[in-house]
């Protein structure tokens, strides 16, 4: 993504291992730095060039964006802020950590001039993308939803994963409704979730009270007014999450990737003033925000 970006350059990416993704990254000419001094002879026995350490990597750029797992990204701040480097974290981190939390269409302006910001998670990025598409249109009062999470990420279902179940979690709300309210606090939103067997994609589902009865053509012209909500329908054959993979990939996305909400237009439903409906979450490229 930052590569794409014609105001960005990727002057490097830092890692501590040497497994085929960071080889993948060096074969693609990609700088690779050793986020951690004792690990760069591994990463060289390995054939990985590796250009210095996180620290020579910092003194070269103006920002960072910090995709390492919960909790470590929390050490490394004071260190981004003494080389003075701006820093993205992720929603695996704390809001505490950075104090704000971050979706592009939400609150981009209160994010200028900090010195960090923390990207909320996939889910979390779809609800506030969803809920503030119908605030801002004047119909939301208040939300509740279930969401049905993925099991694991798809390049580590060798690693772990649920099979054949499914794990409701132990707290109403899931974490993903107050996550939301750091973005916008005025959100009325409850969420209940749950981890399927599945490994590509979430799955979520609505119910809606509105602030008055609206037709469901006026409730979709609210959604289409928001940036990166894309409409899938049964009556073309998206009738699952598998559809949708197979759609992204057909129209030669990279990777496969669906960075909009793909919200299902026709299974869409109001009943007076209550909405109902269901859409499928990408866990990855959703939260890359837009130019
Ligand atoms: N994967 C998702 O879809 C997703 C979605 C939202 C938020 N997150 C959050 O993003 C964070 C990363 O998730 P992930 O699934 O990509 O994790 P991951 O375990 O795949 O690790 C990410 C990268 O960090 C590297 N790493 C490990 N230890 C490191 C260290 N000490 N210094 C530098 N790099 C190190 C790993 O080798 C890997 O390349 C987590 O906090 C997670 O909660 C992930």
């Known amino acids: 993504a930052v590569k794409l970006q014609p105001d960005m350059e990727l ?28 690990k760069i002879e ?22 960072v964006v910090d995709c390492t797992p919960k909790g470590i990204g929390a050490k490394n701040l004071e260190r981004y802020l003494a080389a003075g480097v701006k820093a993205l974290y992720q929603g695996g981190e704390k809001h505490s950590l950075t104090g704000h939390s971050f ?13 960090a910001t923390r990207i909320v998670s996939c889910n979390t ?5 969803t809920l503030l598409a119908l605030y801002n249109a004047g119909l939301l009062k208040k939300a509740r939803g279930v969401l049905i999470r993925r099991a ?7 690693h772990s994963g649920i099979m054949n179940t499914v794990i409701p979690e132990p707290h109403i709300p899931s974490h993903q409704g107050p996550d939301a309210q750091t973005v916008v606090p005025d959100l009325d939103i409850v969420t209940i979730a749950a981890k399927a067997s599945h490994t590509q994609t979430h799955n979520h589902y609505w119910v809606v009270e509105m602030t008055r009865g609206a037709s469901c053509d006026e409730v979709l012209d609210a959604f289409r007014a928001a940036p990166r909500i894309a ?17 992204m990939k057909d129209l030669g996305r990279p990777r496969g990737d669906m960075w909009e909400v793909a919200l299902w237009e026709d299974v869409l439903t109001v009943q007076g003033n209550e909405l109902f409906y269901t859409y499928q979450v990408f866990n990855e490229a959703i939260v890359t925000p837009e130019k």
């Open 42 to 63: 591994g990463m060289e026995a390995a054939g990985i060039p590796i250009k210095g350490t996180l620290d020579d990597l910092l003194n070269q750029v103006d920002a």
């Open 152 to 158: 694991t990420d798809p390049w580590e279902s060798d």
């Open 103 to 115: 979706v592009a269409q939400a609150n981009y302006e209160t994010a200028l001039g900090r010195d």
């Open 125 to 129: 990025t779809s609800t506030v993308r």
């Open 231 to 247: 409409f899938v329908r049964m009556q073309d054959g998206i009738v699952a999450l598998n559809s949708t993979i197979e759609l």
């Open 11 to 38: 002057v490097g990416v830092a890692d501590v291992v040497s497994d085929y993704r960071v080889q993948a990254g060096a074969m693609l000419d990609l700088p690779i730095y050793a986020s951690l001094p004792e």
